[in-house]
């Protein structure tokens, strides 16, 4: 039967109906990319978590630095207190050492090395001694005593010095200092190669996890497909690349030598975390190629025979390539280049994912409706994208170290900490729905005392690292278990009447601002949050006073050593409450370590607060 | 359990849902492929990389308006993709005929024939002559969705008629003579 048809119409009545079944296999192939996908899931949560813990840790390590840069200042006083302590040493005491004679010496000291508390102490040993030796003893001694000591304190920080040595082990304590803070910062050091490896490699994994969850599916379906059907082009590179895709490590293709030789060039961990992330990203390299039309894949199979990593994301390959070679090359190199490989591999995966568009045009072009809808559903994030949030905080303060900032013979004693309250406010931007920046404003008091202290008034001493204020006379603090005395209180044939046994109490307030970032873990009505940041403190109090058993308190000044102006590094767990629209109660425990709190003579003193702060924010 | 529900599944990732769906739009999805891929081994392909791109985006359908229809849209948008990335054909618009009648004998065209020319055209010929004559696209959304002019959707839709034209003409004038 011939009959004449409009084409268009002879088309749509035989397609009308048209259904074909697909062949079992692509099923097969579906399920596989869903379950590999499935498993994969897990990834991008800890990549996430990862990238804020890296900050977190980098922030802590540089704050180790800071730290650490202080301890190691303090220890040119260290001489002074060897020389100190061996002057009472090998003389027992200048007698009634004149005061003339005692200042003269102290003073070529002072000159040298500024530290007023050796005046004090010089002069207890003197005044505690018994009254054999003439004056001119105690010069030599002490002169000669000096250098050996000065000697001793840079070598092993010996025990050379007799009875007495209280000071000495203490400066024993300070000599190994530099050693512990070397051997801190060179543990710093390798924390943090490790850390930036780390992170660079999460970054490897997230790479090629999206790389392979978005657009390897696409392209693994074409390489199993060439490898069953051999397409026209490129035959063999095609077919070598399904055997090392599918035999992953252990398949003796060229590819796989190449990795064999990048292991050479790498040591330890580094290599082997990168030599599993090749492994996978040798995968979605190859896969590429399968969609990459027939020129590249030669190319890519060579690229990747020359430079184990440089397959990693084979099109641009060489660029690639070449960034890791540089980074295989040193380890504490590799933190940049690793960075800029990075960098270079998120280009190309934007490059290489055109989904979004696909996405887009889904939207744009089908469903009009919908795309209102999307619309209306980023006005009102836009309208939420910022909350303030007044907070109230009991702040617990404490050292990671025994120490005092005031002055090291405190470092033993017992030392209590005031539990404050920190008010301030809040403020929130939402960058996404799960990340925000946080900044804001707080006052916080950080007190402690320190117990089991002796103290008077002298015209010439001073308290170590206290500015006293302008008054008669100068209250000097001490440690009881010092028991030393002040000669001028024996002119005043008044030996001990005037001390006080108590408690010395350093108050200091300050003006919080902190710069934070949380990421949502959960954040639904209910939702967790994760805070890391820092936050820099400016004082605005600062106060030394001491407190007797009695009762009775006397201002003794201000400490000279506070920094105006420091920082410290915040980490901390948020929960959050949404009771109402755009109200939230929030509850968010956190940590801050204080870097850079005083400008000297830290005391390895090492403070740190917790705040619990919870408020409310208003979102608008 | 109704479609709905097994979509919900879908969505919370449930494998043996997903299969469920899979059998259930394959064999419509598979004939759109093979109208749109330029070969059989194309089509299977492209209906794996549909079904994992309708998989992954099946939490944004909203239970509105038919499921067919919203998997048709992805799975064909999907292969329009695939093929709009790959070769340019820039071509001259001309003035051809409209409308292109041709004689046939209906029952010796066969289903695999046409679909086996229609698969012969060049790309943006068979894309053009699917959307705008068996899936009934204006040439306005054919031209935004391949991100051309109208001009060019009707110049390709006429040039594809005139191909499928001759072939078909060819394959009657070769096979009438022997079957009479």
Same mark, same amino acid.
């Given at each position: 039967?011939?009959?004449?048809?409009?084409?268009?119409?002879?088309?749509?009545?035989?397609?009308?109906?048209?259904?074909?079944?697909?062949?079992?296999?692509?099923?097969?192939?579906?399920?596989?990319?869903?379950?590999?996908?499935?498993?994969?899931?897990?990834?991008?949560?800890?990549?996430?978590?990862?990238?804020?813990?890296?900050?977190?840790?980098?922030?802590?390590?540089?704050?180790?630095?800071?730290?650490?840069?202080?301890?190691?200042?303090?220890?040119?006083?260290?001489?002074?207190?060897?020389?100190?302590?061996?002057?009472?040493?090998?003389?027992?005491?200048?007698?009634?050492?004149?005061?003339?004679?005692?200042?003269?010496?102290?003073?070529?000291?002072?000159?040298?090395?500024?530290?007023?508390?050796?005046?004090?102490?010089?002069?207890?040993?003197? +005044?505690?001694?018994?009254?054999?030796?003439?004056?001119?003893?105690?010069?030599?001694?002490?002169?000669?005593?000096?250098?050996?000591?000065?000697?001793?304190?840079?070598?092993?920080?010996?025990?050379?010095?007799?009875?007495?040595?209280?000071?000495?082990?203490?400066?024993?304590?300070?000599?190994?200092?530099?050693?512990?803070?070397?051997?801190?910062?060179?543990?710093?050091?390798?924390?943090?190669?490790?850390?930036?490896?780390?992170?660079?490699?999460?970054?490897?994994?997230?790479?090629?996890?999206?790389?392979?969850?978005?657009?390897?599916?696409?392209?693994?379906?074409?390489?199993?497909?060439?490898?069953?059907?051999?397409?026209?082009?490129?035959?063999?590179?095609?077919?070598?690349?399904?055997?090392?895709?599918?035999?992953?490590?252990?398949?003796?293709?060229?590819?796989?030598?190449?990795?064999?030789?990048?292991?050479?060039?790498?040591?330890?961990?580094?290599?082997?975390?990168?030599?599993?992330?090749?492994?996978?990203?040798?995968?979605?390299?190859?896969?590429?190629?399968?969609?990459?039309?027939?020129?590249?894949?030669?190319?890519?199979?060579?690229?990747?025979?020359?430079?184990?990593?440089?397959?990693?994301?084979?099109?641009?390959?060489?660029?690639?390539?070449?960034?890791?070679?540089?980074?295989?090359?040193?380890?504490?190199?590799?933190?940049?280049?690793?960075?800029?490989?990075?960098?270079?591999?998120?280009?190309?995966?934007?490059?290489?994912?055109?989904?979004?568009?696909?996405?887009?045009?889904?939207?744009?072009?089908?469903?009009?409706?919908?795309?209102?809808?999307?619309?209306?559903?980023?006005?009102?994030?836009?309208?939420?994208?910022?909350?303030?949030?007044?907070?109230?905080?009991?702040?617990?303060?404490?050292?990671?170290?025994?120490?005092?900032?005031?002055?090291?013979?405190?470092?033993?004693? +017992?030392?209590?900490?005031?539990?404050?309250?920190?008010?301030?406010?809040?403020? /929130?931007?939402?960058?996404?729905?799960?990340?925000?920046?946080?900044?804001?404003?707080?006052?916080?008091?950080?007190?402690?005392?320190?117990?089991?202290?002796?103290?008077?008034?002298?015209?010439?001493?001073?308290?170590?690292?206290?500015?006293?204020?302008?008054? /008669?006379? /100068?209250?000097?603090?001490?440690?009881?278990?010092?028991?030393?005395?002040?000669?001028?209180?024996?002119?005043?044939?008044?030996?001990?009447?005037?001390?006080?046994?108590?408690?010395?109490?350093?108050?200091?307030?300050?003006?919080?601002?902190?710069?934070?970032?949380?990421? +949502?873990?959960?954040?639904?009505?209910?939702?967790?949050?994760?805070?890391?940041?820092?936050?820099?403190?400016?004082?605005?109090?600062?106060?030394?006073?001491?407190?007797?058993?009695?009762?009775?308190?006397?201002?003794?000044?201000?400490?000279?050593?506070?920094?105006?102006?420091?920082?410290?590094?915040?980490?901390?767990?948020?929960?959050?409450?949404?009771?109402?629209?755009?109200?939230?109660?929030?509850?968010?425990?956190?940590?801050?370590?204080?870097?850079?709190?005083?400008?000297?003579?830290?005391?390895?003193?090492?403070?740190?607060?917790?705040?619990?702060?919870?408020?409310?924010?208003?979102?608008? | 359990?109704?479609?709905?529900?097994?979509? @919900?599944?879908?969505?919370?990732?449930?494998?043996?849902?997903?299969?469920?769906?899979?059998?259930?739009?394959?064999?419509?999805?598979?004939?759109?492929?093979? @109208?749109?891929?330029?070969?059989?081994?194309?089509?299977?392909?492209?209906?794996?990389?549909?079904?994992?791109?309708?998989?992954?985006?099946?939490?944004?359908?909203?239970?509105?308006?038919?499921?067919?229809?919203?998997?048709?849209?992805?799975?064909?948008?999907?292969?329009?993709?695939?093929?709009?990335?790959?070769?340019?054909?820039?071509?001259?618009?001309?003035?051809?005929?409209?409308?292109?009648?041709?004689?046939?004998?209906?029952?010796?065209?066969?289903?695999?024939?046409?679909?086996?020319?229609?698969?012969?055209?060049?790309?943006?010929?068979?894309?053009?002559?699917?959307?705008?004559?068996?899936?009934?696209?204006?040439?306005?959304?054919?031209?935004?969705?391949?991100?051309?002019?109208?001009?060019?959707?009707?110049?390709?839709?006429?040039?594809?008629?005139?191909?499928?034209?001759?072939?078909?003409?060819?394959?009657?004038?070769?096979?009438?003579?022997?079957?009479?």
């Amino acid at each position: 039967m011939s009959e004449k048809k409009n084409i268009d119409r002879l088309f749509q009545e035989k397609f009308k109906d048209f259904e074909a079944s697909p062949p079992e296999f692509v099923w097969d192939n579906i399920r596989e990319k869903l379950e590999d996908k499935k498993k994969r899931r897990v990834i991008p949560f800890w990549f996430k978590l990862s990238g804020v813990a890296a900050i977190l840790i980098m922030g802590l390590l540089l704050g180790g630095f800071y730290f650490n840069a202080i301890n190691t200042d303090n220890n040119n006083p260290v001489v002074l207190d060897n020389q100190k302590a061996n002057q009472g040493n090998p003389l027992p005491g200048t007698p009634i050492g004149p005061p003339t004679q005692n200042n003269t010496k102290n003073g070529s000291f002072n000159n040298d090395l500024k530290v007023n508390s050796g005046l004090v102490t010089n002069e207890q040993d003197g +005044a505690n001694g018994n009254p054999n030796s003439s004056p001119d003893n105690g010069k030599s001694g002490n002169s000669t005593s000096g250098s050996a000591n000065a000697e001793s304190a840079f070598g092993k920080g010996s025990s050379a010095s007799g009875t007495k040595n209280n000071a000495v082990v203490n400066n024993n304590s300070k000599a190994n200092r530099p050693g512990n803070s070397n051997s801190n910062k060179r543990s710093v050091i390798s924390q943090s190669d490790n850390a930036v490896v780390s992170t660079s490699n999460s970054k490897f994994g997230k790479n090629s996890r999206t790389g392979k969850a978005q657009k390897g599916q696409n392209i693994d379906a074409e390489m199993t497909i060439n490898g069953t059907r051999t397409r026209n082009n490129n035959a063999v590179a095609v077919s070598q690349n399904k055997t090392s895709n599918t035999n992953g490590a252990n398949s003796t293709s060229n590819n796989n030598n190449a990795l064999a030789s990048s292991k050479n060039n790498k040591s330890g961990k580094t290599n082997t975390a990168a030599n599993g992330i090749i492994g996978q990203n040798l995968n979605s390299g190859l896969t590429i190629n399968g969609t990459a039309s027939a020129k590249n894949n030669n190319t890519v199979v060579s690229s990747q025979n020359e430079t184990g990593t440089a397959n990693i994301r084979s099109i641009e390959g060489s660029i690639v390539g070449n960034a890791v070679g540089t980074a295989a090359s040193g380890v504490i190199d590799a933190s940049v280049p690793l960075n800029e490989q990075a960098v270079a591999e998120v280009a190309i995966d934007t490059v290489a994912v055109p989904e979004n568009e696909l996405e887009k045009l889904l939207r744009e072009k089908t469903e009009g409706k919908k795309e209102d809808k999307d619309k209306a559903i980023a006005k009102t994030d836009v309208k939420d994208k910022w909350s303030v949030k007044p907070q109230l905080a009991p702040v617990f303060y404490n050292s990671l170290s025994k120490g005092s900032p005031i002055d090291g013979q405190f470092a033993g004693n +017992a030392k209590s900490y005031d539990n404050d309250l920190s008010v301030g406010l809040g403020v /929130n931007y939402a960058v996404t729905s799960r990340l925000k920046v946080r900044s804001g404003i707080n006052t916080v008091n950080l007190n402690y005392s320190t117990q089991d202290v002796q103290f008077y008034a002298s015209l010439e001493g001073q308290t170590r690292n206290v500015a006293a204020r302008s008054s /008669n006379a /100068n209250i000097v603090v001490q440690d009881q278990k010092n028991n030393v005395v002040d000669p001028s209180l024996l002119f005043a044939n008044n030996s001990s009447g005037d001390k006080y046994n108590g408690a010395m109490l350093q108050k200091t307030g300050y003006v919080e601002v902190p710069v934070e970032m949380s990421y +949502a873990l959960i954040n639904n009505k209910f939702g967790i949050d994760l805070i890391g940041g820092v936050s820099t403190l400016f004082l605005n109090q600062n106060n030394v006073s001491v407190v007797s058993e009695q009762g009775l308190s006397t201002n003794v000044g201000q400490a000279q050593n506070l920094n105006n102006i420091h920082f410290s590094t915040n980490v901390g767990v948020g929960f959050k409450y949404r009771f109402f629209k755009a109200f939230e109660a929030h509850f968010e425990p956190m940590f801050k370590y204080q870097v850079n709190t005083f400008s000297r003579d830290a005391g390895n003193f090492k403070p740190y607060f917790i705040g619990l702060y919870s408020g409310v924010s208003f979102s608008f | 359990m109704g479609l709905d529900d097994l979509i @919900k599944e879908c969505q919370q990732n449930s494998i043996r849902a997903q299969e469920q769906l899979y059998r259930l739009f394959a064999p419509k999805l598979f004939s759109a492929c093979l @109208k749109y891929s330029r070969n059989r081994a194309d089509a299977e392909d492209n209906l794996q990389d549909g079904f994992l791109l309708i998989f992954s985006k099946i939490d944004q359908y909203q239970f509105k308006g038919s499921f067919e229809g919203w998997a048709k849209r992805v799975m064909v948008n999907n292969v329009l993709q695939k093929y709009r990335t790959k070769g340019v054909f820039e071509i001259v618009t001309e003035n051809l005929p409209e409308e292109a009648d041709v004689e046939v004998e209906t029952e010796t065209v066969s289903m695999d024939f046409l679909l086996g020319i229609i698969q012969q055209l060049p790309d943006r010929y068979r894309m053009v002559f699917n959307l705008y004559v068996i899936d009934g696209y204006s040439h306005k959304e054919i031209a935004e969705m391949l991100s051309i002019s109208d001009g060019t959707s009707k110049s390709n839709l006429n040039r594809a008629r005139m191909i499928l034209k001759e072939k078909i003409e060819a394959q009657q004038g070769n096979s009438i003579p022997t079957a009479k």
